[in-house]
Structures are given as C-alpha cells and as structure tokens.
C-alpha cells in the first residue's frame, strides 16, 4: 500500500514542481496569503529589526517609497564612526535608487512583490540593473512597450536613458506605441497596416524623417505632426 501525503501537502508539492503558469493561478486559488504572527509580515527576524539607523530599521527604510528613501537617505546624519564604516555601502545604495528614479519608478517600494509589477515596470526594474553595471558598448536591450503606465515626464526620462545606452555603443531595439519614443528613434521599423490577421507587413523603414514621406504609414503620418510641432516649439 502507498500511504497518501494528504490533500495540502499534495497541492503544495504540485504547486512547488509544476512549471506551468495556469496551473499555477489555479492551485493559488485555494490559498491566501497571511501576516506571521511574529514578524507582522516584515519578513525579519526581532534581531534583524531591532537594528536602526536614525531611528529606522531596514523594514521602515525599504516599505516607503524609493522617493522618499531617497529624501530619507540624502537629509541621514552619521557620526564619524558611521560614516567610515558605511560611506561605500552608502554611496552603492544612494547609485542604485538613483538608477530606480530615472526609469520612473520613483513611487515603488523595495519591499514591493516582484508578481505585482506590470510588464512596463519589470522591464525598467531590469533597465536601472543593467545602468547600475559597467558597460561593455556592445549589448543589446529589447524593450515590449516600457513606456506603459508611465507619466509625460517619466517618458521623457526613459528616452534619456535609452539615448545614454544607445551613445555607450549598444543598441536598444523597442516595441512601441508611444509617438514620444517614436520620434526619438535613429530607425523605426514601422509594422501594419493594422492590428492583428491584418498586419505584419512592413509598411515602412527608415528615419523618423524617411517615415513622414510614406503616405500608408499611420505612423509617419502622426510623427510628422509630433517633428512639426517640436519645430514650433524651438
């Protein structure tokens, strides 16, 4: 006779071993996610968290927002002691939030959930890893519509950045919608005529001001009127 583990440990071993997302949604169905009673959902250990620095412990700096634990990090006074003990770990940490802030993602928290991220802000988490490296001029990005969800002024930092990778000597190629990205491209690769069983042609490819002279392009059609308006606007 084989004795049976029992229904949940049967569901959490199927759910650990299984590489299937839908499968996975479906055994997450019959959970639900809870405090622990001793670390009240701040995943440390008492010992862990009774250390502070400026009356914070590591839970408090990392469940505000990166914007504030950058306030928080800039207005820190340390003692002598501190400092030489710190300072480089310091300057590491004050490098990557700043890395965090040019992608837009300034209002997340560090003790966010990787699965609750959208796709857009998964792709700049990976973008401000990749700034926060030592450059070798000869990577590729492929970026799915990185732009989404994103503010007026938080598309214009995006574009900043892929203009300082594209400058290193790497290449950045992007899927997108945004004519605010579009426009600042060295090519576009302009796919269509339509969404869906009626594109995937290739209606027009070249520069920004080659794709305006395309009269099928949806695309070059409205980014002449973005470069007519920037022209204005100089």
């Not at 084989?2 to 299937?20: D, H, M, Q, W």
């Not at 959902?41 to 469940?63: F, P």
């Not at 579009?182 to 027009?204: F, H, L």
């Amino acid at each position: 006779p084989v004795a049976f583990e029992g229904l949940i440990k049967n569901s959490e071993r199927r759910y650990r071993e299984t590489g299937s997302d839908t499968m996975k949604q479906e055994y997450e169905s019959f959970m639900r996610i809870t405090p622990c009673r001793a670390c009240h959902g701040q995943r440390l250990k008492a010992t862990s968290l009774a250390v502070t620095i400026c009356d914070k412990n590591i839970y408090d700096m990392t469940n505000q927002s990166v914007r504030d634990l950058h306030a928080f990090l800039e207005q820190m006074t340390l003692t002598k002691q501190q400092l030489l003990i710190g300072d480089q770990i310091l300057k590491e940490i004050k490098a990557r939030i700043r890395f965090l802030m040019d992608v837009g993602l300034d209002y997340l928290s560090l003790t966010r959930a990787t699965g609750t991220l959208s796709g857009g802000e998964a792709q700049r988490i990976k973008l401000a890893t990749e700034l926060s490296r030592r450059s070798t001029g000869r990577t590729i990005y492929i970026l799915d519509e990185p732009t989404t969800g994103l503010h007026f002024e938080d598309v214009h930092k995006l574009v900043e950045i892929l203009h300082r990778l594209a400058d290193g000597g790497n290449t950045g190629v992007v899927i997108e919608h945004n004519l605010g990205v579009i426009k600042t491209a060295d090519y576009i690769i302009d796919m269509g005529p339509e969404g869906g069983d009626r594109g995937g042609t290739v209606i027009a490819k070249g520069t920004p001001e080659e794709i305006v002279k395309v009269k099928k392009s949806y695309t070059g059609y409205y980014v002449k009127k973005m470069l007519e308006k920037d022209k204005k606007l100089r």
